[in-house]
């Protein structure tokens, strides 16, 4: 099982960037695939941005494309999501996730998927 720490998060005005970070410990995030999730208040977890494992083939939930950056870092073994322009219906907690299935573009949390701990990501109008 892979052990995802994230941090980042905070408090932003709309317009704004943020820079989520994703350390993992227990496998390389080049050699499985690597995604990024949102839960807001009364919601389901959603996808949000995917790498794949290996060539490292970006996906993203067409709420975000253009805007979001998914992106990975072997020396530090470290998953990052850059977030542009920033909109209040970006507020959220912010899930890291490993070893889900890419399938249609997007990636399907698995049983054997594992999950940070999350960070919020709050921004103001």
């Known amino acids: 099982q892979v052990r995802l720490v994230e941090s980042g998060g905070g408090l932003v005005q709309a317009g704004g960037s943020l820079r989520l970070s994703c350390a993992a410990s227990?496998?390389?995030?080049?050699?499985?695939?690597m995604g990024w999730f949102r839960q807001a208040p009364g919601k389901e977890r959603d996808f949000v941005a995917a790498?794949?494992?290996?060539?490292?083939?970006?996906y993203y939930a067409d709420s975000v494309k253009g805007r979001f950056t998914i992106f990975r870092d072997g020396a530090k073994n470290t998953v990052y999501l850059q977030m542009n322009s920033l909109k209040a219906e970006d507020t959220a907690v912010y899930y890291c996730?490993?070893?889900?299935?890419?399938?249609?573009?997007?990636?399907?949390?698995?049983?054997?998927?594992?999950w940070g701990q999350g960070t919020q990501v709050t921004v103001s109008s």
């Open positions: 996730a490993a070893e889900g299935p890419i399938t249609g573009s997007i990636m399907i949390p698995a049983s054997r998927t594992s």
């Open positions: 790498i794949s494992w290996g060539g490292g083939t970006t």
């Open positions: 227990g496998r390389t995030v080049s050699s499985v695939n």
